[in-house]
Structures are given as C-alpha cells and as structure tokens.
C-alpha cells in the first residue's frame, strides 16, 4: 500500500527543513566497519574500546558517517535522571525523511552524532506504519555518557 501524498510529505519536509537552518545529524556505522589507529582494538565483552590494556573513549568522531537531514520535535525534548552517578541526561526526538537506505543505515547504526555530541538510538518507527512507502522515521535519542 503506497501512502496518498508521498510526494508532498517530502516537499513539505524539505522546506520546513531549509526553514529550520538545514540541520544534519551523522549516522555512525557499525563498530565492525571502522577503521582504528594502531594499538587500538573494540573489546566486545567489556563493550568498550582498550589500548596498551587502557579504556579510551570510542574515536566515533574519527569514522566515515551518513550525513542526514532531520527535524526536531522540541515539544518533545524531556530530562531523564541517569543512575548511577545521579547526572541529567537529554533525551530528543527527531524526524528523518524515510527512504530504504536510511532505514537500513538507522537500524544497523552504532550511534548518532548531533552538534559534536554522541546519542544512542533508543526507539524508531515508521510513519505510517503498515505502508510499503512511509513517509519519515520518528528516531528517539539519549545522549550517551
């Protein structure tokens, strides 16, 4: 079933995208496909990044992205309460125009970069759903500690 105005649903994304300063996230590929420094290896059962026997942060900034654009939905911009360490957390919904690919790459993401900052995806569902042409992918984000 193929939605009813798919065509303007992707026009009026676009304009209100350019109207809201043309803002682009990065979707961050899976940890399988990056490319580390020497010395630098993914320690899956510690779910963390190791060198010379060392946590580092994850070197996301340093990978290839799929940069996209996206609208937010500020009304929907809440705090959560992280525990433990008792540190507020953002938590942001965003909407990306739908297409196979960006589909494919949102599922298979490690993460999201947005203004330098990295989030994790928590939710994503297709709008409408049911419809083999959706018109945008509302994505959950929470930032990431």
């Excluded at 957390?89 to 990306?96: E, F, R, V, Y």
């Amino acid at each position: 079933m193929k939605v009813v105005g798919a065509t303007m649903n992707r026009r009026a994304f676009k304009k209100l995208w350019r109207l809201s300063g043309a803002p682009t996230l990065d979707l961050i590929p899976p940890i399988s496909t990056w490319t580390l420094a020497d010395g630098l290896i993914y320690d899956a059962r510690r779910g963390q990044f190791m060198q010379a026997g060392k946590s580092v942060p994850a070197p996301w900034t340093e990978q290839s992205f799929l940069t996209l654009p996206f609208l937010a939905q500020p009304q929907q911009n809440e705090v959560t309460l992280n525990m433990p360490g008792v540190t507020t957390t953002p938590k942001t919904t965003i909407m990306l125009d739908w297409s196979p690919e960006t589909a494919a790459a949102l599922q298979s993401a490690w993460g999201v970069g947005l203004n330098g900052r990295l989030y994790r995806v928590t939710r994503w569902a297709l709008d409408p759903l049911g419809v083999s042409t959706p018109n945008s992918i509302t994505v959950d984000l929470l930032a990431a500690n």
